[in-house]
């Protein structure tokens, strides 16, 4: 069963087309890699699905619910969350009040707050800095728990914009775990990523986009061998 589906969106910013003719689904419980040059349009598809800006032109529908035109809040209530390709975590509250926060927000109160807050540091193995700032964490400690602020959220659609960037070899692969935890149980999502390694080795297929449209769309292994793709962007260094 398709959970979002992408038609024929397009926007622009004032006379710039930066998406154009954009229509894709995504099936329940899968996890889709978007990925494409800087400057091709990766954000703002992040942004119009997760309600932040609207399309122009086309529709969204999650759920077979139109949301393009619903507040970003109501969007985030129907179990579509998004992160941020800049991290955004409060500097002045400890780690585990991050994730309380993320957790009010998204209606959860008392007992059922404190148990959810303690199996998502768990499974972003934070258990061990709940106490610190966020000011202090390191950036990879810094991008699992905008990770974890954005499970606190109960999503069933996860947009994750860059979530891995910066992140050494140990750090990545520690990162893929988690997200296939989170496939497992349930969870669709689409992962904005530079890396090729990370996209191969977790999407269970993978969006191309170029200059502001779709150029391919398939399974990891099948799209990153199109020349049209190498040519586009990929160059020798991404398809090793
Ligand atoms: P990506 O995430 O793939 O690097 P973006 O979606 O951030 O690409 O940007 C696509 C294009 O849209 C870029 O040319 C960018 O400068 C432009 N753009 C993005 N947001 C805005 C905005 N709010 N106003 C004007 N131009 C924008
Ligand atoms: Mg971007």
């Known amino acids: ?5 992408v038609r024929e969106v397009g ?4 006379g710039l087309q930066v998406l154009e003719g954009i229509s894709f689904s995504l099936t329940e ?14 954000s703002t598809l992040v942004n119009l699905i997760g309600g932040a800006d609207r399309p122009n032109r086309g529709e969204i529908y999650f759920h ?11 969007i985030a209530r129907l179990g579509l969350v998004r992160t941020f390709q800049v991290t955004r975590i409060f ?23 404190e148990t959810e807050v303690d199996g998502i540091m768990q499974l972003c193995e934070l258990e061990t800095k709940a106490g610190v700032p966020g000011r202090d964490l390191s950036l990879p400690e810094q991008k699992r728990l905008q990770l974890a602020r954005a499970l606190a959220l109960k999503p069933k659609l996860l947009l994750l914009d860059e979530v891995m960037a910066g992140l050494n070899p140990a750090e990545l692969d520690r990162a893929i775990q988690i997200l296939r935890v ?10 904005i990523e530079h890396l090729m390694r990370v996209i191969m080795g977790i999407s269970d297929r993978v969006l ?11 399974p990891p292994e099948q799209v ?11 160059g020798r260094r991404y398809v090793q």
């Open 91 to 113: 500097n002045d509250l400890t780690l585990r009040e991050n994730i309380r926060l993320a957790g009010w927000t998204g209606g959860l109160r008392g007992r059922k707050l």
């Open 208 to 218: 191309v986009l170029h200059q502001g449209s779709l150029i391919a769309d398939g």
């Open 1 to 5: 069963m398709d959970i979002l589906e």
């Open 64 to 74: 077979s619910l139109r949301v393009d035109h619903l507040p970003v809040w109501r």
């Open 29 to 42: 419980g899968s996890i889709t890699g978007l990925i494409g040059p800087n400057g091709a349009g990766k």
């Open 224 to 234: 990153v061998g199109l020349s049209r793709v190498q040519e586009a962007y990929l």
């Open 182 to 191: 989170l496939r497992d149980r349930g969870v669709t999502m689409l992962v």
């Open 11 to 14: 926007k622009s910013f004032g």
